[in-house]
């Protein structure tokens, strides 16, 4: 970057060509786990009774139905399934957003080029 700012570029230059690529990884993976975070937040507030009030469909008011002990003996596709897809959501997302990580990373893009050039 100091090179750049020597040489004279332009700001505009600057911050798409040096600064942007070098931190679209980082906010890409903030995004995806508040994302995550925020389906977690969304399911326990509803769950709890202070989210998404009963008449509308939220995986925390399918667990909220479920909590008496009959109905999470007698009748677990009440509960398992929200459960089940919660955790398969979120491990997703998180998923999703190392592989945006591994892809748009500019020092493993520049790995990947030297180790094809050696060859």
């Known amino acids: 970057m100091k090179s750049s700012i020597v040489a004279g570029m332009p700001s505009r230059h600057i911050l798409f ?7 679209i990884a980082p906010i890409l993976v903030y995004a995806t786990s508040v994302m995550a975070l925020s389906m977690l937040d ?3 507030l509803s769950f ?12 925390g008011n399918m667990l909220n139905s479920a909590q008496s002990l009959t109905v999470l ?18 491990v997703a997302i998180n998923f999703v957003g190392d592989a945006l990580r591994d892809a748009l990373d500019p020092s ?12």
């Not at 060509?17 to 931190?23: M, V």
């Not at 709890?48 to 995986?59: F, I, N, R």
């Not at 493993?108 to 060859?119: G, T």
């Open 48 to 59: 709890l009774g202070m989210g998404v009030q009963p008449p509308t469909a939220s995986l």
């Open 17 to 23: 060509s040096e600064i942007l690529p070098n931190t």
């Open 108 to 119: 493993a893009v520049m790995n990947m080029r030297a180790l094809s050039e050696e060859e």
């Open 73 to 90: 003996t007698r009748q677990p596709w009440l509960w398992i399934p929200p459960g089940l897809l919660i955790v398969v959501l979120v």
């Open 42 to 44: 969304e399911a326990s």
